[in-house]
């Protein structure tokens, strides 16, 4: 199993922009689907975005046309860059991955979360 980190979370007005990485250390990053989940209190974790090993890309609607998943084998890396942040999309993002991860069943590796906040 892969170990994950988040980092690049803070808070930003509605409106703004901000970009989350996730860096991967052990091996196998480019055999892994990779995405991004987001948790905001007294929700259920959900889906936003997902990263095929050959790059095929998922949104979820609410995030369509505002948010950008990208991956870099090289560095075993995975970015979501956020644009048009609204106040709900305030929440906990977590990275995560795994070989037979899909859009209803999460990979096994999660990193700790990095907290995104929308406020003015």
């Known amino acids: 199993q892969v170990q994950l980190v988040e980092s690049g979370g803070g808070l930003v007005q509605p409106g703004g922009s901000l970009t989350l990485s996730c860096a991967a250390s052990g091996s196998g990053f480019r055999f892994l689907t990779m995405g991004w989940y987001r948790q905001a209190p007294g929700k259920q974790r959900e889906l936003v975005a997902q990263?095929?090993?050959?790059?095929?890309?998922y949104y979820a609607e609410f995030v369509r046309g505002r948010f950008t998943i990208s991956r870099d084998n090289s560095r075993k890396t995975v970015s979501l860059q956020m644009d048009s942040l609204k106040p709900e999309d305030t929440a906990a993002y977590y990275c995560n991955g795994g070989v037979t991860a899909t859009r209803t069943t999460a990979g096994g590796s999660w990193g700790q979360g990095t907290q995104v906040t929308v406020s003015s």
């Open positions: 990263i095929t090993i050959s790059s095929n890309t």
